[in-house]
C-alpha cells in the first residue's frame, strides 16, 4: 500500500520533518511541505529508504509542485543551548513560519513536539513512512542538510563528512580523536555529557 496523502483531506496540511538530529556536526535541519489535493508519486517515501540520486530528484518535483515549502535550520551553537529535541522543533517551527500558505493542521514526524501558535498538530510515529507531505519534508530537509555538509566537508575534509554528513561513524570519531573538534560540531549529544568520551 502506498503512503497517505491527508490525515484530513478537507484541511490545508503540511509534513513536517527533521534531519541530522543524531549528528555530531552540523545544524539540525527541517521542512514543511504542503501537497497539493492531486499530488501523486508512486516512489516518494522515508528519505532514508531511498538513494540519494531518487532523493535529489524528488526534491525537483516537490519543489515544482508542492503548494507551499520551506526549510529551517538551527545551528550547533543553538543546538547545544537547548538540546537536539528542542532544536529539531525549533527548526520546524522556522520552516512552518516561512511557509506562504498557511497550514490549517501540522502532520509532525514521531512522538513529541512543541505546539505551533493557533495551527492544531498530529504527532505520527514513522510519519515519514506514512504519509506524503512528511515523506517529502523529509526528502528536503535531507538533501538540504547533505548539501551543507558537502560545503562544509571541502573545508574540514579530514571528518569525512561527504559520507557520513556528520553522523557518529568510526572514521568521524577517529578524526576528533586526532584533529579535535571544529566550529560545526556540537559540544553536547544526545545523553552524552561529553562526545569525545564515546566508545569507538
Not at 105 to 114: A, V
Request: charged share 25%; aromatic share 8%; glycine share 6%.
Amino acid at each position: 500500500m502506498g503512503l497517505l496523502l491527508s490525515l484530513d483531506k478537507n484541511k490545508i496540511e503540511a509534513g513536517c520533518d527533521e534531519a541530522g538530529r543524531g549528528c555530531l556536526a552540523g545544524p539540525v535541519f527541517a521542512a514543511a511541505v504542503i501537497l497539493p489535493p492531486d499530488f501523486k508519486n508512486s516512489i516518494l517515501d522515508d528519505s532514508k529508504k531511498l538513494s540519494e540520486k531518487k532523493r535529489y530528484a524528488l526534491r525537483e518535483i516537490i519543489e515544482k509542485e508542492a503548494l507551499a515549502w520551506a526549510v529551517g535550520i538551527v545551528s550547533p551553537e543553538e543546538i547545544d543551548k537547548i538540546n537536539i529535541l528542542n532544536a529539531s522543533f525549533l527548526a520546524m517551527h522556522g520552516a512552518i513560519d516561512q511557509l506562504k500558505l498557511k497550514p490549517e493542521q501540522l502532520l509532525i514526524d514521531g512522538n513529541r513536539f512543541t505546539s505551533y501558535p493557533n495551527i492544531p498538530h498530529h504527532c505520527i510515529i514513522k510519519g515519514d513512512g506514512k504519509y506524503l507531505p512528511i515523506a517529502a519534508a523529509s526528502i528536503l530537509a535531507k538533501t538540504y542538510r547533505d548539501d551543507l555538509m558537502l560545503a562544509l566537508h571541502k573545508d574540514y575534509p579530514n571528518y569525512d563528512w561527504d559520507n557520513n554528513k556528520g553522523y557518529p561513524t568510526k572514521k568521524h570519531r577517529l578524526a576528533i580523536l586526532k584533529y579535535g573538534i571544529t566550529p560545526h560540531h556540537r559540544k553536547t549529544f544526545g545523553p552524552q555529557p561529553d562526545q569525545l568520551s564515546l566508545k569507538l
